[in-house]
């Protein structure tokens, strides 16, 4: 067999086992309507938010304090959120939207959002927010659940 067969073969065998295994779907976005709000927070010289939108989607915002506007100069910061979801494999992370950037003028930043439930569908889905200092590793709000 060519090798472009070998990989064909390869890819046929490997999406079969995939359907096989029954991996998980995950559940579409509910409908309804939320409350804006930021449910989960880290604060100090800066402060990273996870923050809910009226149509039920999140997303973390960076906010660099006035009080001290020189805290990370000359840092490169990232930060994230997360979207967990409750699985019969139990909790998995389903989505994540980040951002990187420079330490700035006193402002705040957002990244991109990730679906959520409302309130009313239960315990089914989760949010965190996280940053990052020169691609070290990763500090964590509490998991939000609204």
């Known amino acids: 067999m060519g090798t472009n067969r070998l990989k064909r073969a390869a890819v046929a065998v490997t999406a079969g086992v995939a359907l096989l295994t029954g991996l998980p779907a995950v559940p579409a976005q509910a409908s309804g309507s939320c409350s804006s709000g930021s449910p989960a927070a880290l604060w100090g010289a800066f402060s990273l938010q996870v923050r809910r939108t009226t149509s039920c989607t999140y997303y973390a915002r960076f906010t660099i304090s006035s009080a001290n506007p020189n ?8 930060f994230k959120i997360e979207r967990q979801v409750y699985t019969s494999y139990g909790w998995m992370i389903t989505d994540s939207r980040s951002r990187t950037m420079l ?5 705040y930043y957002d990244t991109a959002t990730v679906d959520g439930y409302p309130a009313s569908s239960g315990n089914l889905d989760q949010h965190h ?6 691609g070290g590793g990763w500090t964590c709000t509490a998991w939000a659940d609204l």
């Open 71 to 78: 805290y990370g100069a000359g840092g490169t910061w990232s």
């Open 103 to 107: 330490w700035g003028r006193p402002d």
């Open 129 to 134: 927010a996280c940053y990052s200092v020169d």
